[in-house]
């Protein structure tokens, strides 16, 4: 393709504080994170849930490491308006198109944060009656948690840094980078 030229750190110099995750080990963790959903699912349906937007990036490339058939669906909820924290309130946006009941749900995000929008999401789904459900996550903040969560599937752990990339973003700009980088205290503060 001509003229390709994929956002890089080095496009917006001076928005990025230091990358954290490369490409390379965002997709070599994804392929891990599949075989352990194969395995733990082997003879069994799965249904894959985005939570939009976020993890829209992750959604995509865990679904193309599976070597087997799975639906994906996706839900959009909201808790952080157009701040940096969660605000505890959530809100769904847009709603699961299939019917979960007796289903084996995998909950597919991008980063978990305080678990305060994810705990919400996850009784909500229980809710619903399905066979499980268990969270997918790329990125987990574990000093930031206010809830516990159960996560069975965890990509990295990270610090407390506003992170920007592979789907992430802030203001809606930095989503497409494909790597997961801080964000310069100066871009938010």
Known sequence: M???????????????EKVLLTEADIQGR??????????DYEGKDVLLVGVLKGAVMVMADLSRHLSRHVEIDWMAISSYGS???????????????????????VVVEDIIDTGL????????????????VEICTMLRKPEAAKTPVGVKYVGFDIPSSFVVGYGLDFAEKYRNLRVVATLAPHMYS
Not at 30 to 39: F, G, T, V
Not at 121 to 132: D, F, I, M, T
């Open 2 to 16: 001509a003229g390709f030229r994929p956002v890089e750190p080095q496009h917006i110099d001076g928005d990025i």
């Open 30 to 39: 994804l392929a891990e994170l599949a075989a352990d959903i194969e395995r």
């Open 83 to 105: 701040g940096t924290r969660s605000s505890g309130v959530v809100r769904i946006l847009k709603d699961l198109d299939t019917d979960i009941t007796d289903r084996h749900v």
């Open 117 to 132: 929008t994810l705990s919400w999401l996850v009784s909500n789904l229980q809710s619903r009656g399905p066979a499980s």
